[in-house]
């Protein structure tokens, strides 16, 4: 890259592509038409062999997209003194007619809309924060794990007409069931000695998973969220631990219908002149938050009351705390039993209470 042009003054926009092994950067000055893409190697010594070539590091304005390669690139720059911002990649704007895509083009692209000023940054989590949605999150993967084992093992005994009839299954007395179950051919006995010991497994690791996760309830980091958050029916300590390590800063919501866009709960729209139309919820969120709202919605097909495990959970909560889930009750309990009566799905319904109650927890967070 020619010296000359780095010596201009003014913000320099840098857009970078970054992948596992190179990032692509786009190098937009402030009166520039079009970004110059270099290219480096990523790794801790190129990228800062790249910013001192710039000399004022107060100049630079960084921007790349969300993605697998984490937030160590952005740590890394924030230590060098350079501003630089992780943009959602659902949100950046593209042209309909855009067929093609590289490395080049999208540096180029970021650095552009960047300087336009067109483009959402996220809120990046701190290293413990990020660790322990890591780990909620690992306890989910073992979740999913567990019930794919568990699946295929039910097909494997179904396969050779052993049904299980005596009651609900991954009961106590449908494992006793499980543990008489033999069979003549070795090979068979074999296959279920495996699908079987797969499944305790992922049941071992999720203890200790569990047992992992505990620890962080009482933390200092996350004491207040998880407290406030377990207040409200059908969300444990570990849901209130997932939701709270997920959105991290809640105030960066202004409205609980930004917040409910961020779970992906709000429905779909294709609206045009007098015409308005409204699909499905959209889905496109944060995958873990709107799956712990979903499944806390399901608690709310009963009548509103106080369990015991509940009230065990409001224990040295906040009386307003106690007096917003009470509420938050009464009206999503009396939902449920409404649109029940008028939906044939009651997987519309249970969506329709998670976007409520994604409204609920985002309004006790931001009391």
Not at 214 to 222: A, I, K, S
Not at 242 to 263: H, I, K, P
Not at 270 to 282: A, E, F, N
Request: hydrophobic letters at 40%; a positive charge; one cysteine or more.
């Amino acid at each position: 890259m020619p010296v000359a042009s780095l010596s201009r003054r003014g913000a320099v926009h840098l857009g970078m592509d970054v992948s596992k092994n190179s990032i692509s950067v786009g190098v937009l000055h402030v009166d520039d038409a079009d970004a110059v893409v270099d290219k480096i190697t990523h790794d801790e010594p190129s990228v800062r062999r790249f910013v001192e070539r710039f000399g004022d590091r107060s100049r630079l304005r960084v921007c790349y997209e969300a993605g697998p390669t984490g937030y160590e690139l952005y740590r890394l720059l924030a230590s060098m003194g350079v501003s630089c911002d992780v943009v959602a990649p659902s949100l950046i704007p593209r042209a309909p007619s855009e067929r093609v895509k590289t490395d080049r083009r999208d540096a180029r692209r970021l650095a552009r809309l960047h300087r336009a000023g067109e483009l959402v940054a996220i809120r990046v989590p701190s290293v413990a924060e990020e660790g322990v949605r890591d780990l909620c999150r690992a306890r989910g993967d073992v979740i999913i794990d567990r019930r794919r084992a568990r699946q295929r093992l039910g097909s494997f005994l179904l396969r050779h007409d052993r049904v299980y009839r005596d009651g609900n299954t991954w009961t106590l007395r449908h494992a006793a069931w499980l543990d008489r179950q033999r069979f003549d051919d070795p090979a068979v006995m074999a296959t279920f000695v495996h699908y079987r010991s797969v499944v305790q497994m992922r049941d071992a690791t999720l203890e200790c998973l569990d047992a992992e996760l505990v620890g962080w309830f009482d933390q200092p980091l996350f004491a207040d969220k998880v407290a406030r958050l377990a207040a409200y029916r059908g969300i444990d300590r570990l849901g209130a631990l997932t939701l709270a390590s997920e959105v991290c800063d809640w105030r960066r919501f202004a409205t609980a219908q930004a917040f409910m866009g961020f779970c992906g709960l709000v429905p779909s729209e294709y609206s045009s002149g007098d015409r308005t139309h409204r699909g499905r919820l959209t889905h496109a969120g944060n995958v873990h938050v709107r799956t712990q709202l979903v499944e806390g919605a399901w608690a709310y097909q009963h009548r509103a009351g106080v369990s015991l495990h509940l009230a065990k959970r409001h224990h040295g909560v906040p009386a307003d705390t106690i007096t917003r889930s009470w509420a938050a009750q009464q009206r999503l309990c009396r939902r449920f039993r409404i649109l029940a009566a008028r939906k044939d799905s009651t997987n519309v319904v249970v969506g329709a209470i998670a976007r409520e109650l994604a409204g609920f927890v985002w309004a006790e967070m931001t009391a």
